[in-house]
């Protein structure tokens, strides 16, 4: 089979080098600003420990196919440490693969937002981001994700916060320019969260068109929460009310439940509404209550939006969590 870098420069060596690459590394010298009501340090616990959650997602199109790689990092403050996790994937339209997945205790020092290195992970510290890249090696394998200019940034709750910044994707002599989304969030036990969990679409048509649709359940509030982010050619703005349907779904055994695979939105004020499906999707269960388990669930997806009346092709990520 020949190695990543003999392949030849067309669309089959795209495909190919997607298909061979797998991404992240290790080496820290910085953490990310967090948000200023969230407790920090291992000594600030609550008696339900809260998880702090950092992801960032990359979302590009490559052999008009989208490109999709998550990072999701995750810490939990305990009696004289952080309990840490890392989990990144690769996807390329309908085929997701995992790459990274470990999880470790550290000293309960400095910031439990913050983006520690890991054996195979490398974290580049510096530029307007805090972070510059991301860089991931095992053996032959390697990937890089930079982070580049900032695009904005909003705060729809008190423990959650959002950024979107320019990308870059390195696999091994091909390059992949896109978009990097930011989540932070604190996850809280679900009867003390008044949020719940979040579900959440970001599209993009490749190039300046930009959305985030983003819709909360769960939690002590009863009815659902919306959030919507929309940054077109002529400017930027923030939207409540925000209408998704699932339109099509799928069982999955292994959760016992069904899960979409087809999604209508619509928001009433700028008059921008859509249809997306799913290309492919990784799937990860969790503890099983009432006969069924907790699932998590990451897709690539393709489909249109229409604002103003044109209709625009969009690709791009969905995240959907059913406790």
């Not at 390195?170 to 036990?189: A, W, Y």
């Amino acid at each position: 089979m020949p190695k990543i870098n003999d392949l030849p420069r067309t669309r089959a060596r795209l495909r190919a080098v997607l298909a061979a690459c797998l991404l992240l590394a290790g080496c820290d010298r910085g953490a990310a600003p967090v948000p200023s009501n969230a407790p920090a340090q291992a000594g600030e616990l609550a008696e339900a420990a809260p998880r702090y959650l950092r992801e960032l997602i990359f979302v590009g199109v490559l052999a008009d196919t989208p490109v999709v790689v998550p990072f999701s990092f995750s810490g939990t403050a305990g009696d004289g440490e952080i309990m840490r996790s890392a989990r990144a994937w690769l996807a390329h339209g309908t085929t997701w693969e995992s790459f990274l997945d470990a999880s470790w205790p550290s000293p309960a020092v400095g910031s439990v937002w913050q983006i520690l290195p890991h054996p195979e992970l490398r974290v580049i510290a510096g530029g307007t981001t805090e972070i510059e890249a991301l860089a991931f090696r095992r053996g032959e394998r390697a990937l890089r994700l930079h982070l580049g200019a900032p695009i904005s940034e909003w705060n729809p709750g008190e423990e959650l916060r959002y950024r979107a910044m320019d990308g870059r994707l390195d696999l091994r002599g091909t390059t992949v320019r896109g978009t990097v989304f930011e989540l932070q969030r604190i996850e809280r036990p679900a009867t003390q969260s008044a949020r719940g969990d979040d579900d959440w679409l970001f599209l993009t048509d490749g190039g300046s068109l930009r959305l985030l649709l983003a819709e909360a359940t769960g939690g002590e509030a009863a009815r659902e929460e919306t959030f919507a982010w929309t940054y077109l050619p002529d400017g930027e703005a923030a939207w409540d009310a925000v209408e998704i349907r699932w339109l099509e779904m799928l069982p999955f055994a292994p959760a016992r439940r069904d899960i979409p695979i087809r999604w209508r939105y619509r928001l009433p004020g700028p008059g921008i509404e859509g249809e997306v499906w799913s290309l492919g999707y990784d799937a990860q269960v969790g503890e099983e209550r009432a006969g069924r388990r907790a699932v998590e669930v990451r897709y690539t997806v393709e489909g249109w939006v229409s604002v103003e009346g044109e209709r625009r092709r969009v690709l791009g990520v969905i995240r959907h969590l059913q406790n």
